[in-house]
């Protein structure tokens, strides 16, 4: 059974006209979500509500609950409710960022992987499932064994996974992680949820990484929105040659602080990191029997130039859904790495 409480915040929230900064006015005023609704043109059918919250397979998160962000409330546009699949119990550590080219690097890929692993035995590890950079953090989390704190924040409500090629992360994240999202179950998506997305992240997080941030990016704007937020926004310097690092490096020469490994980001944000350098030593990782053929015969087919699924497969002769699978596990482990073209190469 549904709850009321819920159903008349759902009702509010997706009424027309009314965003979070309008929600809360109404809240503040009438001082419950049932109140307000007799004061708004056209309310969100309450019968349509239930049959969404029915039919979706995740769960509700209330700006009231004790364990929604306390990062979030701190916001006058903070989201009245968020969606979310997972360990909600990981909203309350602190919280990371890790973000940057969907095209990017194999090395920025690879500086990604490390500092999401590195770091995620002391903060959850907060990125956006986009390709390159936001995917490589969120492998670099699953690789270890005994931490579960990655989160994805998704720009379109979470039954639509995007891109699709990460569907493999989406479901072990939801199995070891927290997957979240405040856009409602099967809104059409916009363009304009990709910034709401971003503004989520930087709203989550004590400090954002940037890897490889070309001038007009998704991820300069993260970066922008983080500043004005006050969030700690550290960069990784790149090749000035290189147009991908042409604005991690301009916040660099605008005063933000240069990373070059994971006890950069502990110093900058106030650990210290001779206390725990063991702790990230003793980190166990994920691992496979060396026996299984299957996987030996992947490790075996490819080599440091990158090759699609089509070619690997017709190669080793496995078919290419239970191809996805390998290469996911074999990308957790580090042993590959897959190419923003969505070819895959040896790690």
């Not at 996974?161 to 999202?181: D, F, M, R, T, V």
């Amino acid at each position: 059974m549904i709850d009321d409480i819920i159903l008349d915040w759902f009702c509010l929230s997706n009424t027309v006209g009314i965003g979070p900064k309008k929600f809360w006015a109404l809240m503040k005023k009438y001082k419950t979500a049932k109140e307000s609704l007799n004061y708004v043109k056209y309310p969100f059918p309450r019968n349509k509500a239930k049959e969404i919250l029915k039919s979706i397979n995740y769960k509700t998160l209330l700006a009231t609950d004790a364990t929604f962000p306390i990062e979030l409330k701190r916001n006058s546009s903070c989201p009245p409710m968020l969606f979310y699949q997972g360990d909600k119990s990981i909203l309350a550590k602190e919280k990371v960022a890790i973000v940057g080219a969907r095209n990017a690097s194999i090395q920025g890929m690879k500086i990604a992987k490390t500092l999401g692993e590195k770091l995620s035995t002391d903060y959850a590890i907060v990125s956006g499932l986009a390709k390159g950079i936001d995917a490589s953090a969120h492998l670099g989390v699953l690789s270890c064994l005994e931490t579960k704190s990655a989160i994805a924040v998704l720009p379109f409500s979470l039954e639509n996974i995007y891109p699709k090629e990460n569907k493999n992360i989406y479901e072990k994240i939801a199995q070891n992680g927290l997957l979240i999202s405040e856009v409602t179950p099967y809104s059409v998506p916009e363009q304009g949820m990709f910034q709401a997305r971003n503004r989520l992240i930087s709203l989550l997080s004590k400090g954002v990484i940037i890897i490889e941030a070309s001038l007009k990016s998704g991820t300069m704007s993260t970066a922008k929105l983080a500043l004005d937020y006050g969030c700690e926004v550290m960069v990784v310097p790149g090749s000035p040659l290189d147009p991908r690092y042409a604005g991690s490096n301009l916040l660099i020469k605008n005063g933000a602080p240069l990373i070059q490994n994971f006890y950069d980001v502990l110093e900058i944000l106030g650990k210290d990191s001779s206390k725990l350098e063991h702790v990230h030593l003793e980190t166990k990782r994920i691992s496979y029997d060396e026996d299984d053929a299957k996987y030996e015969k992947v490790l075996a087919a490819l080599s440091n130039n990158p090759v699609s699924f089509d070619i690997i497969s017709e190669y080793t002769q496995i078919e290419i859904p239970e191809l996805l699978r390998i290469v996911s596990d074999l990308e957790i482990l580090g042993k590959v790495i897959k190419h923003y073209t969505n070819e895959i190469a040896l790690a």
